[in-house]
Each structure stands twice: as structure tokens, then as C-alpha cells.
């Protein structure tokens, strides 16, 4: 009897291990997300809490993930913007995923397709380089820009998700845009009871990039 239980003393660090082993890794460390976004993203007019991004929190919560988000969304930001903005971000924050949901602006402003276009994929260059997962979220402009102008301005989030492997969400006001009710009234930003939409049209593509151990 005394035999057995030196042997089995001196195997108990060793079970210790492997068990806490196995717990670390059943439980994923929490991750960071960072949304660099203009004032669709920074509830622009509406309550604090009320916008999609802190949406998104909640329903984080509700699925049980764990994750920090940080809403570094500015009003008026446009790609040129962001791409200044992302480098002391990505070292301040050190984020997993990167929600990058900008061009809005640019394009009210008509500005050049092109210079966007560099913009955002500068910036997608940017957080892969710092291991992070990137998110593009599209938008469209209004039919009075002309045919030839929206049609490129929207093709291009396609083209930068797919020359840079990254998932992209088309339009995230579909199903808002069509709605003038939904709106403030300036036209231009949708009121709080859009952003549940909006989250909607997000987090299907989001939600796999959160879960990916």
C-alpha cells in the first residue's frame, strides 16, 4: 500500500498539468475588436448605447463571447482618414479583428474611386501585418452621383475583399436605405430603430471571424 501511494504521488503533478492544460485551452482567450468607422458607427444623433457597435456588444454578451470592443469611429472620417489614424490604433489596441467602415464620406464628397480604393487596402494591409482579421463593410451612394460613379465607388469594396481575402459586407444599410422613416432628419443618418438592421446585416459575416479559435 505504501508503494502505491509514492507512485501515485509522484504522477500527481503531472495529471495537475495535463488537466489545467486541457482546461487553458478548452477556454479561448477574450478578444479585441476594433471598429474604425465614420458616423454611421458613432451613433451620430442618436442615444449613446443605441448605435450597432455597442449593439454588438450586447449581443456578444448574450452569446457568451468574450471579446473587448473599441468604437474608434469618428463623424465625417473618410478612408484618408482612417489609413492616418489605423497605425497608432493597432499599437494602442493590439486588436484581433478589425471592422473597417469607411468610404461613406469620400463618397459624398466624390471623391476619386481610386484614392479610396488605396486607402482601404493600405489599411487591411495594416492589420494583417499585425495578425488581425479584417472585416470590410460596404456601402453605396445615392443614384444623383450618376450611374458610372455609384456603380464603380460600390464595386470597389468588392475588389479590395476579394484581391485581399477579406470577408466583406456588401451594403450594411440594406434594408434601411429604402426606408426614409429610418432616418434622421438630415437624410443621411439612420436613427437608432436602423441599427438593429444594421447590426443584422453584419454580424452573420462578422460572427464566424469572433468564433475562429
Known amino acids: 500500500m505504501l508503494a502505491f501511494l509514492k507512485k501515485w504521488s509522484a504522477t500527481l503533478p503531472v495529471l495537475l ?4 492544460g486541457a482546461s487553458a485551452s478548452a477556454y479561448s482567450a477574450p478578444k479585441t475588436v476594433l471598429v474604425v468607422g465614420d458616423s454611421l458607427s458613432a451613433e451620430y444623433g442618436i442615444a449613446r448605447g443605441a448605435g450597432w457597435v ?4 450586447q449581443k456578444l454578451k ?8 473599441v ?4 463623424s465625417g472620417e473618410t478612408t484618408s482618414g482612417g489609413r492616418a489614424r489605423l497605425p497608432a490604433l493597432l499599437g494602442q489596441h493590439r486588436p484581433d479583428i478589425v471592422v473597417i467602415e469607411l468610404g461613406a464620406n469620400d463618397g459624398l464628397r466624390g471623391l476619386p474611386v481610386a484614392s479610396a480604393d488605396a486607402n482601404l487596402r493600405a489599411m487591411v494591409a495594416m492589420a494583417k501585418e499585425k495578425k488581425a482579421e479584417v472585416l470590410l ?10 450611374r458610372a460613379y455609384t456603380e464603380k465607388f460600390f464595386g470597389m469594396f468588392k475588389q479590395v475583399s476579394t484581391d485581399t481575402r477579406s470577408p466583406l459586407v456588401p451594403f450594411m444599410l440594406e434594408g434601411v436605405a429604402d426606408k426614409p422613416a429610418l432616418f ?5 443618418h439612420p436613427l437608432a430603430a ?6 443584422s446585416n453584419i454580424w452573420p459575416t462578422f460572427a464566424p471571424l469572433i468564433r475562429k479559435q
Open 184 to 188: 434622421q432628419q438630415d437624410r443621411l
Open 137 to 146: 463593410v460596404g456601402m453605396r451612394m445615392p443614384p444623383n452621383y450618376g
Open 17 to 20: 498539468l495535463l488537466t489545467l
Open 54 to 57: 455597442s449593439l454588438l456588444e
Open 71 to 74: 468604437n474608434a469611429s469618428i
Open 62 to 69: 448574450a452569446e457568451k463571447i468574450q471579446a473587448k470592443v
Open 194 to 199: 436602423a441599427h438593429p438592421i444594421i447590426l
